[in-house]
């Protein structure tokens, strides 16, 4: 597809490099996505969240991002892999209204083929996922999809089980508020907020 940019190069982002923000481009009030000595954070006030787009995609490989989570009803923090309209998606959300389960999904030509996210637990004592740091990652090769926790692969999915997602190719991370999703996210009480969640590095491995 001509909106796809493929390459073969391998980049590691450290958020307390001074340039690190400019390898991204910015969707959705990117004047609330700010860095600090050690991190990016997203920000989510009533006006809208942010994402962060990496301008690269591969056809297959890895993303990995050091994470906290927004917290509270509502908030919703994300970390994907998104293709060309009608988009394959691979997803880690996190909802503010569960603060120990990541949730994974992933869409097929706009398709969410999960029924329901599956969740996943961080061991203890990490305990609150919106106040330590878990490093999550997402690969996709050519017959599998896997998720992963802190290195730990948490969930499989195999090619041909189902309907596969095998044109999710550029990274997108970021927060936003998920009140209007059924009930699934919760609803955002503006008054606690603003809402922030950050990452402190981001890896992309392209495998060529």
Not at 40 to 62: A, H, N, Q, S
Not at 150 to 167: D, Y
Request: charged share 20%; hydrophobic share 35%; proline share 5%.
């Amino acid at each position: 597809p001509k909106d796809v940019v493929y390459t073969c190069k391998n980049e590691f982002i450290d958020f307390s490099q001074v340039d690190a923000m400019s390898k991204f481009s910015y969707v959705w009030c990117p004047q609330n996505s700010y860095q600090t000595s050690n991190s990016v954070v997203w920000r989510l006030t009533p006006e809208c969240g942010t994402t962060m787009v990496y301008p690269w995609d591969f056809k297959y490989g890895r993303i990995e991002g050091r994470i906290r989570i927004g917290a509270t009803s509502g908030v919703v923090t994300a970390l994907l892999l998104l293709g060309p309209a009608p988009s394959d998606e691979i997803d880690w959300e996190w909802v503010g209204k569960d603060l120990t389960h990541a949730q994974t999904t992933y869409y097929v030509q706009g398709h969410n083929v999960d029924s329901l996210p599956m969740a996943f637990g961080v061991s203890q004592p990490d305990g609150d996922l919106s106040t330590t740091f878990q490093n999550y990652a997402i690969e996709l090769t050519r017959d599998s999809v896997k998720w992963f926790i802190n290195g730990n692969i948490v969930r499989t999915l195999v090619k041909g089980a189902k309907e596969f997602p095998s044109a999710a190719s550029r990274p997108r991370m970021g927060i936003w508020d998920g009140t209007r999703t059924g009930g699934w996210a919760g609803t955002v009480d503006w008054s606690l907020g603003p809402f922030t969640a950050e990452m402190q590095w981001f890896n992309f491995t392209s495998y060529c």
